[in-house]
């Protein structure tokens, strides 16, 4: 049997993974280290973390040095996923799992090509309503990892889930094993799509997505083509999904903000290839049109293009 999970590395301690990190802290603070490099190194051990208004410090490792952790999360936006897995190479031992809590549907595909199939189960994480400003995290719900094989069948699963499951319970992370993991990741993409992107573009936070109609057509167009999409690529998302998104976005603070929000308030790159720009490419492959996605990646391209990058 393979030995238990005792040890955590966060690479991207942007507001998902410096979220997480706190999480497994305050179960186990020897539990977690953080990679880091450059100033960003510098600054974290100079300021360390502020999550919810308090200051904590975790380990920290340079992409330099060497270490083998039993599981890594990574939490870096879509785009600077190909420095990361350079940066996690001395970090990756034999027994070594890897999990991607990254937006999209690609990032498993390129850890897996990296680093072996047998190392990286699926993951998402939804519900959480964390907003980083400078090393300043703040969150109100710690939302739930999602996480497993592509098909779980409970009380068989598989050694790797099963290890990390336990590390979960273990630390407080909140968590579920779907027994279609396939249908979870794409039901996470189809909320990206609706909620980041519309709410990128009309400058919102969720509580107008709660309450404004107006809103909510922009962000369920958006969804919709990607439940197009996925019934014609059979990765199992029905119609009734764009409304049971609710449940969640309803749970979420008011002025919370989604992730490309924060990238487009702060002038960063965002993740609209990862959303949109699947989906564009996805409809164009599979035949469906997909307008809306289209004009919002127009959108916020010109946005990026507002702020200089290009």
Not at 204 to 222: D, L, N, R
Not at 273 to 301: C, H, K, Q, S, Y
Request: with cysteine.
């Amino acid at each position: 049997m393979a030995k238990e999970i005792r040890s955590l590395l966060i690479v991207g301690a942007g507001a998902v993974g410096a979220a997480v990190a706190g999480i497994v802290g305050d179960s186990d603070p020897s539990a977690v280290s953080i990679l880091a490099g450059g100033e960003r190194l510098r600054r974290y051990r100079r300021e360390g973390f502020l999550l919810n208004g308090a200051r904590r410090d975790f380990a920290l490792v340079s992409s330099a040095d060497r270490s083998e952790p039993d599981l890594v999360i990574v939490a870096v936006k879509s785009y600077q996923l190909p420095v990361a897995i350079e940066d996690m190479r001395n970090h990756v031992g034999p027994s070594t799992l890897v999990l991607s809590l990254l937006n999209g549907i690609s990032s498993e595909d390129m850890l897996s090509a990296a680093f072996g199939r047998d190392r990286v189960p699926l993951a998402m994480i939804l519900g959480i309503d964390a907003v980083r400003e400078g090393n300043s995290t703040r969150f109100s719900g710690t939302g739930k990892i999602h996480f497993g094989d592509a098909v779980n069948v409970k009380g068989s699963w598989s050694e790797r889930v099963s290890r990390i499951a336990r590390f979960f319970e273990r630390t407080g992370v909140a968590c579920v094993v779907p027994e279609d993991m396939i249908r979870s990741l794409w039901y996470k993409f189809m909320i990206n799509v609706g909620i980041n992107q519309a709410s990128a573009v009309l400058r919102a936070p969720y509580g107008v997505f709660q309450s404004m109609p107006e809103a909510k057509e922009v962000m369920e167009s958006a969804m919709r083509e990607t439940v197009a999409l996925s019934k014609s690529l059979g990765t199992g998302l029905r119609d009734a999904d764009v409304v049971a998104w609710y449940d969640t976005l309803m749970k979420l603070a008011a002025d919370g903000k989604t992730s490309m929000l924060q990238d487009v308030e702060a002038g960063r790159k965002t993740e609209v290839e990862a959303f949109a720009g699947t989906v564009i490419d996805l409809g164009e492959a599979a035949g469906i049109a997909v307008p809306v996605n289209r004009t919002l990646f127009n959108l916020i391209r010109a946005i990026e293009r507002g702020y200089g990058c290009a």
